[in-house]
């Protein structure tokens, strides 16, 4: 790289200094070949047949559908810039791709995938070292965007109807990921120790979580009339749960209509109710049981969200002392302020009795029926009533 030129950037403006590694001048010292189950020697040995290899591999070890679905979109936009077989791949290739990726201002994110896609399928599957003296993009140490308790509810307070405010309130409350929070199942509920099941993508690992008390009534009336195998936040066909595009356009809907400034997300919500938990006296152990964090120095980082209780600033001792200088006494100590009770988490009770919400067929009967159609979103009032009044001006 030129020392004269301007010095690339990831997108985001982050300087890029190059795929070497500080142990470049060796090779590691792990020996691939005994895992290899790829023979990358045929030349003619082309990228069909070669992604139906990986992809047999990567669903032997138990790779989910979106992860195959990245090693695919990888390998394919490697293919596509380098024209060059399976074989014949070389470390200059794999570092000229990478280079390729940041002069096209991708993120230090999608680079770093691309790193361990390639060194995943073509060293430890191929039983190469082509990707042995790369360097992973470091992540950059951002604190995350956490909300105050009266930003928060402010946007459970503008979610429009009662499945909104239901689904916003248990990803705060009870700090779920987007995905989680759409395939919740009433059996996934305890109502009599008010608690919450929740399952990993693999099923291979589930955690408890405690029911915020706001929303134990709403909860209750719904396991007494829906079929415990239904997703409690149904998407638009039969069986299937909501889309976390969905959810993402719910809780975008919602801050718009408030004047919060911040960058908020779904994870957002997480964040906060982690930093949360922490300032109300929560141990950084059951924080990190919550969230479902195999590692503590995960939980930590929101340690540093939380300012110091004992520091406090010393320009407003300057003018204390100097007015106490002014009069001839000693300057007073701060009175800590006692603090609000807690209010309410919504603008006002959930109840479904006011709320006509179309879901299934008009047909169907029974309780559950009648309350998912109450449950439901409204979508055609909400997002084809400006059209159809649009049309009957017309």
Same mark, same amino acid.
């Given at each position: ?73 990888? #390998?394919?936009?490697?293919?596509? +810039?380098?024209?060059? &077989?399976? *074989?014949?791949? =070389?470390? /200059?290739?794999?570092?000229?791709? !990478? ?47 956490? #909300?105050?308790?009266?930003?928060? +509810?402010?946007?459970? &307070?503008? *979610?429009?109807? =009662?499945? /909104?405010?239901?689904?916003?309130? !248990? ?47 709403? #909860?209750?009336?719904?396991?007494? +009339? ?15 749960? !909501? ?47 919550? #969230? ?103």
């Amino acid at each position: 790289m030129s020392g004269t030129g301007p010095v690339p950037c990831y997108a985001g403006g982050r300087p890029y200094f190059g795929m070497h590694s500080a142990s470049s001048d060796r090779a590691r010292p792990r020996d691939c070949r005994h895992d290899r189950v790829i023979a990358l020697t045929s030349p003619e040995l082309g990228w069909t047949r070669f992604w139906e290899i990986i992809s047999n591999q990567l669903g032997r070890r138990d790779y989910s559908e979106p992860s195959q679905q990245l090693y695919r979109a990888v #390998l394919r936009a490697f293919y596509r +810039r380098t024209q060059c &077989a399976p *074989a014949s791949v =070389t470390a /200059d290739i794999i570092r000229n791709h !990478l280079n390729g990726l940041v002069a096209e201002h991708y993120s230090w994110n999608w680079v770093g995938m691309n790193i361990s896609v390639l060194r995943t399928v073509f060293d430890k599957l191929g039983g190469q070292t082509v990707t042995s003296q790369l360097a992973t993009p470091k992540r950059p140490m951002h604190l995350p965007e956490i #909300l105050s308790p009266g930003e928060v +509810r402010q946007i459970l &307070a503008a *979610a429009t109807t =009662t499945r /909104d405010q239901l689904l916003l309130g !248990l990803m705060y409350g009870c700090g779920l990921k987007v995905g989680e929070a759409c395939r919740i199942k009433w059996d996934d509920l305890d109502m009599e120790g008010h608690t919450l099941r929740v399952r990993y993508a693999r099923d291979t690992r589930s955690r408890l979580l405690d029911i915020p008390p706001d929303l134990i009534p709403i #909860l209750k009336m719904g396991c007494s +009339r829906c079929p415990g195998e239904d997703y409690i936040f149904q998407g638009r066909h039969e069986g299937a749960h !909501l889309s976390t595009r969905m959810v993402q356009l719910i809780l975008r809907s919602a801050v718009k209509t408030t004047d919060i400034l911040k960058t908020v997300t779904c994870m957002t919500l997480r964040h906060s109710f982690a930093v949360h938990c922490l300032e109300n006296g929560g141990s950084t152990r059951a924080v990190q049981e919550a #969230l479902g964090h195999k590692s503590i120095d995960t939980t930590l980082i929101y340690e540093d969200c939380i300012l110091p209780c004992h520091v406090r600033s010393p320009l407003g001792l300057l003018r204390e002392r100097n007015d106490a200088e002014s009069i001839g006494r000693e300057p007073r100590e701060a009175v800590a302020d006692p603090g609000q009770p807690a209010r309410m988490l919504f603008s006002e009770p959930l109840s479904i009795e006011a709320i006509a919400l179309p879901f299934r067929n008009e047909s169907s009967s029974g309780h559950a029926s009648e309350f998912q159609h109450l449950l439901h979103t409204h979508i055609l009032g909400r997002f084809l009533g400006k059209r159809r009044a649009t049309i009957r001006a017309g």
